[in-house]
Structures are given as structure tokens and as C-alpha cells.
T-cell receptor
Framework: KQEVTQIPAALSVPEGENLVLNCSFTDSAIYNLQWFRQDPGKGLTSLLL?????REQTSGRLNASLDKSSGRSTLYIAASQPGDSATYLCAVLRDYKLSFGAGTTVTVRA | EAGVVQSPRYKIIEKKQPVAFWCNPI?????LYWYLQNLGQGPELLIRYENEEAVDDSQLPKDRFSAERLKGVDSTLKIQPAELGDSAVYLCASSSRTGGRTGELFFGEGSRLTVL
């Protein structure tokens, strides 16, 4: 069974600092990995999708890397803003099944 | 383009009552998912549809949960009877398949169920 772990569970940083969020998974035979953002009481918003053949994806201030062999992905958010405060979840897809981590809750202090 | 639409957003019921959630996926997405999310945890798959066929319902508690996706578009998830432990957020998601590969998943806002 695929296990997805996100450490730390919570993170608090001052505005302007770069954020580094980690995701690890136990089974490296994945099709893709997706990073989501979830605001309180809301659904999940897709941030980045990395196919298994890719090493990274970038969108604006966000950059996600994927190292399948070590079972790790990292989401970088540059120059954090208070509006970046949310829970960030990673999910890996294998055999049409998406397995989620529990998320990292980020607070960016103004 | 409209996203995944779910209703109702919130539902409060007494235990043993029935409840139903509705989902309208993104137009053209043939794959539809229902997930359950408990507080502080990641979503867990309940059922996955490819068009109108339920291809993975191994995590669906079939004694009280049922789902349908008529005509391969909208879907309904039903719980009857509801138990206290069913209090959670029920999320619907959809995706398209390109070249045989599952693409990006898009989620609705979720339906928050409280069972009293």
C-alpha cells in the first residue's frame, strides 16, 4: 500500500521567507505527483502536476521537484506572502489510485 | 469553464437518517471520484468511475453507502442510514485521460456532513 508522508505537519514563517515543503512516498512506481492547496472549509485547488518522467514543474513563485528513485518531492514557494497561508497536500497516482499525505499547514506572518 | 460543482455545501442530520450528495464534473471529464476527508487528514478514495462504470469501489462501505453515475456525467453519493462516524467532508473530483494517462484532478468545494 502506498504511504505518503508530509513533514512538518505545520510551519510558521515571516512574510518574505522562502517555503520548503516536503513529501515522501513509499512506492516509487508512480504515474504522477500532484500538489494541492486547501483553504479552511474549502476544496482542493491543484497547484502543480509532475508526470513520472519529469523532474520538476514551475508556476510563478511555485516550483516542485520530483525524485522518484528516492520517493521524494519538494514544493518551493518563493517570497512567501500572508495569502499563501493554507494547507498544502501532495498526492501520488498509481494504478489509477491517488494517495494523499495529511498535508502541511502553513502560516505566513505579516 | 465551470469547475466541479457539488451540493449541498453543508448538511446536518440526525443519526440513522439518509443523506445524498450530488456532483457535476467538469464537462468532458470521463473519470469521476468521490473522496472522504476527515479533519486533519488527506482525502481517501471511496469510489472511482470511468464514464458510468464504477471501476474501483473497494473502499466504499457498501452496507450503508451507495453511488451512481447515470449517463456518465452527474453522480450521486448516498448514505443510509448515517452514523455519527460519517461526519466528514465528501469531496468530488474529476479528470480526463489523455493518451491513456490520468491527467490532473480537479476538486469541488466539498459537502460537509455533520451527523448528530
Amino acid at each position: 500500500k502506498q504511504e505518503v508522508t508530509q513533514i512538518p505537519a505545520a510551519l510558521s514563517v515571516p512574510e518574505g521567507e522562502n517555503l520548503v515543503l516536503n513529501c515522501s512516498f513509499t512506492d516509487s512506481a508512480i504515474y504522477n505527483l500532484q500538489w494541492f492547496r486547501q483553504d479552511p472549509g474549502k476544496g482542493l485547488t491543484s497547484l502543480l502536476l509532475i508526470q513520472s518522467s519529469q523532474r520538476e514543474q514551475t508556476s510563478g513563485r511555485l516550483n516542485a521537484s520530483l525524485d522518484k528513485s528516492s520517493g521524494r518531492s519538494t514544493l518551493y514557494i518563493a517570497a512567501s506572502q500572508p495569502g499563501d497561508s493554507a494547507t498544502y497536500l501532495c498526492a501520488v497516482l498509481r494504478d489509477y489510485k491517488l494517495s494523499f499525505g495529511a498535508g502541511t499547514t502553513v502560516t505566513v506572518r505579516a | 469553464e465551470a469547475g466541479v460543482v457539488q451540493s449541498p455545501r453543508y448538511k446536518i442530520i440526525e443519526k440513522k437518517q439518509p443523506v445524498a450528495f450530488w456532483c457535476n464534473p467538469i464537462s468532458g471529464h470521463n473519470t469521476l471520484y468521490w473522496y472522504l476527508q476527515n479533519l486533519g487528514q488527506g482525502p481517501e478514495l471511496l469510489i472511482r468511475y470511468e464514464n458510468e462504470e464504477a471501476v474501483d469501489d473497494s473502499q466504499l462501505p457498501k452496507d450503508r453507502f451507495s453511488a451512481e453515475r447515470l449517463k456518465g456525467v452527474d453522480s450521486t453519493l448516498k448514505i443510509q442510514p448515517a452514523e455519527l462516524g460519517d461526519s466528514a467532508v465528501y469531496l468530488c473530483a474529476s479528470s480526463s485521460r489523455t493518451g491513456g494517462r490520468t491527467g490532473e484532478l480537479f476538486f469541488g468545494e466539498g459537502s460537509r456532513l455533520t451527523v448528530l
